[in-house]
């Protein structure tokens, strides 16, 4: 079944670092550097563990009023955030002793806004729910991890993902948004081999609600990944104004570009290591967490990391009907030791080192 922990597959996070900047995901993923973050990443960090406490286990609202939901920030915000200057394990620089109270007004203004929207709502089948994919193409298996900030039913089977960016980008950017793409791929995914279902069967909803969610998964399972992928729906829910946007749904062109840039990243990426040159990207620099660490330089010290990836391309093979795992891991066979590598590539035959 091959060994689950040996690669680590691109999260929508590790996607948009590289996207951001070369430099940026050289200090993140490859020197690993730890940097304080700001009290706006602190507070959209808090506002997703509060959306997490919004239900009870058996779906209805655990708060009585707008106003009871946004005092509910005030203790975790004081006791555990503000008093350790610390979130989720990560270190917050204040600009000033009064920043953390500030932030938690606003915090708990857009807690207000959420509120009733959310209240109106049936709740989701499943929060902060983990997923590791591979996803099969020409040019070999790609794996995408990460977590599906709520997984819906309405007429369709959806992916809502939280925002906490005051700014609301245009349809032809969210049509364009590769996060949402992985988010398709890795629900389908997960409907195509048959695992959602198996999460459904242990869900403490009303049995109507259960059976309808069955039945839109099974009847979504006689299609292909892509087809799949392409009848779900996809939201974005704006937490600083509790809107929700529906985020045009995937197509055939959003696989194949996307497949395409992961492909050319790791490309490139090889490349990098054996370099130790990672293009800066100056535009980001202003909100860059690594900004009082990094020299606007391109050329990072140190001896190059003998390390490449064979990238010819090939015609991906085909995925068995067995291979598959509780873990929503789908994994391939491999009958050689392949290295341990800093991101995906399941396709290779042989590997340089």
């Given at each position: ?12 996070s ?24 700001t009290?706006?990443?602190a ?10 406490q919004?239900?009870?286990?058996d779906?209805?609202?655990?708060y009585?009023s ?22 989720a394990?990560?270190?917050?620089k204040?600009r ?15 807690l ?6 959310y ?5 989701p ?40 960016g005051?700014?609301?980008p245009?349809?032809e ?5 590769e ?50 992928a392409?009848?779900l ?10 809107g929700?946007?529906q985020?045009?749904?995937r197509t055939?062109?959003?696989f ?25 990207n ?9 900004a ?11 001896e ?22 509780d873990s ?10 392949v ?15």
């Amino acid at each position: 079944m091959g060994n689950k922990s040996r690669y680590t597959g691109w999260s929508p996070s590790r996607w948009r670092a590289w996207q951001d900047c070369e430099k940026k995901y050289y200090f993140t993923y490859v020197k690993r550097a730890e940097v304080p973050i700001t009290a706006e990443m602190a507070a959209g960090l808090m506002r997703h563990m509060r959306m997490l406490q919004f239900y009870k286990e058996d779906g209805s609202p655990k708060y009585k009023s707008a106003e009871t939901f946004a005092n509910s920030v005030k203790g975790p915000w004081i006791i555990e955030v503000v008093e350790n200057s610390e979130i989720a394990g990560r270190k917050i620089k204040w600009r000033d002793p009064q920043e953390p109270y500030r932030t938690l007004e606003v915090m708990k203004r857009d807690l207000r806004a959420i509120y009733e929207p959310y209240s109106q709502e049936a709740p989701p089948l499943f929060t902060e729910q983990r997923f590791k994919v591979v996803i099969p193409s020409k040019s070999g298996y790609f794996c995408f991890v990460g977590r599906f900030d709520e997984i819906r039913l309405g007429e369709r089977l959806a992916v809502r993902d939280h925002k906490s960016g005051l700014l609301i980008p245009e349809p032809e950017e969210l049509a364009e948004n590769e996060q949402f793409t992985i988010y398709s791929l890795a629900l389908a995914s997960l409907i195509e081999n048959g695992n959602l279902e198996r999460m459904l069967h242990t869900l403490r909803r009303p049995e109507d609600v259960k059976e309808k969610a069955l039945g839109v998964a099974r009847e979504l399972r006689g299609l292909s990944l892509v087809e799949i992928a392409q009848n779900l729906d996809l939201e974005y829910h704006n937490m600083r104004t509790g809107g929700i946007i529906q985020v045009p749904r995937r197509t055939q062109e959003s696989f194949d570009s996307l497949i395409a840039k992961v492909s050319e990243a790791e490309r490139k990426i090889s490349e990098n290591y054996n370099s130790n040159i990672w293009q800066v990207n100056e535009d980001s620099c202003p909100k860059c967490v690594f900004a009082n660490i990094c020299d606007r330089k391109s050329q990072v010290m140190g001896e190059p990391t003998l390390f490449s990836l064979v990238n010819e391309s090939r015609i991906a093979q085909e995925v068995q009907d067995g291979l598959r795992s509780d873990s929503f891991y789908i994994p391939v066979k491999q009958k050689e030791k392949v290295p341990k590598l800093p991101f995906p590539r399941q396709s290779r035959k042989k590997v340089n080192v």
